[in-house]
């Protein structure tokens, strides 16, 4: 008798294989959701402690290189181009991973939720495990928007620095 067969026979088998067969998945898909949306974040945070480095470096060191150019110089404009183009980049790589975390979290949920998590009587009080608002809590974060502020902000005083030697 094959397993199909068995389970037709067996309604209660066919159950507990099925309940074990999706605890198995969660027990495989829930780690690595719950790393994605840890390692979307640190990504972001890495991104733009670079980027910022990288342009408060140059905005010291330009007044230095800029001292011996001359008035109007085209390699102003390269350098005006240059940071314009970095910081777009910055900025385009820290939308994708956001977008890849609100993705990962938003999966995330979904598997705490069908887990039960949520629900009361999870623990010895009748509480849930997790509470209610975290669920909904993360799609306010607003560090997205600190770190493109932080990028524009150093990107615009780059501009003036290099404007302000022209």
Partial sequence: ?????KNRSHPSLATTESTDNRLEIFYVLYP????EVFKRREQMIWLITFASAFLLVLLVTLPALMHWSTQQ?????LAIS??????????YLI??????HRMAKQQLIALEQA?????EGWQPNGEALFPKNWQSD????????????ILAAFTIMVFCAILVQL
């Fill in 32 to 35: 690595i959701f719950k790393e």
């Fill in 73 to 77: 110089s085209p390699a102003s404009w």
């Fill in 82 to 91: 240059g940071v314009a183009l970095f910081s777009g980049l910055c900025a």
């Fill in 115 to 119: 887990l039960g998590f949520y629900q």
């Fill in 95 to 100: 939308l994708q991973h956001a977008e890849r």
């Fill in 138 to 149: 993360w799609s306010m974060d607003h560090s997205v928007r600190i770190y493109l502020t």
């Fill in 1 to 5: 008798m094959n397993r199909e067969t």
